[in-house]
């Protein structure tokens, strides 16, 4: 029995030493899993700062260049509304240039009118005239004509 207790002891004193070994190798390995982790999350982490600080460089490029653009497009916008309230400033009110419209307009019937009017006298003194004339040039010729048969 004794020997069976020398196997037992010898068995366990090796499953104690496999275990201790396996334990071993197993916390290295952890060791070593924990370490490569550690590496990895520290470059990602750099790669993710770098990431971000080139972003944020580039963001903070594109709102100067939109800030830019905004300040010229309002710039734009200022002169505009400048342009447009000087020609405003300018211009007549519609209801005043309807009115003036109107005046004129009156103004041309009444000079047409007294168009039609004078025509219509000056058109039959003329004729008058022309009556006139002719009869003194009927006058004119019977003289010249009777003149020479007359001695």
Known sequence: MIQFDKRYEQRFE???KANEQRFSDLG????VALAAQ???????????DKALG???????KA???????TK??????NETVKRIETQI??????????????AVSERVKKSEQRLDR?????????????GIIAGLGAVVALVAFLIPHLK
């Open 14 to 16: 090796d499953l104690n």
């Open 28 to 31: 290295k390995a952890n060791e």
């Open 38 to 48: 550690k590496e990895a999350l520290k470059t990602a982490s750099e790669t993710t």
């Open 54 to 60: 080139t972003a944020g460089v580039a963001v903070e």
């Open 63 to 69: 709102l100067i260049i939109e800030r830019q653009s």
């Open 72 to 77: 010229d497009k309002f710039d734009t916008l």
């Open 89 to 102: 400033a300018v211009l007549i009110p519609r209801g005043e240039v309807t009115e003036k419209i109107d």
């Open 118 to 130: 004078g025509e219509g006298s000056g058109q039959g003194k003329s004729q008058v005239w022309i």
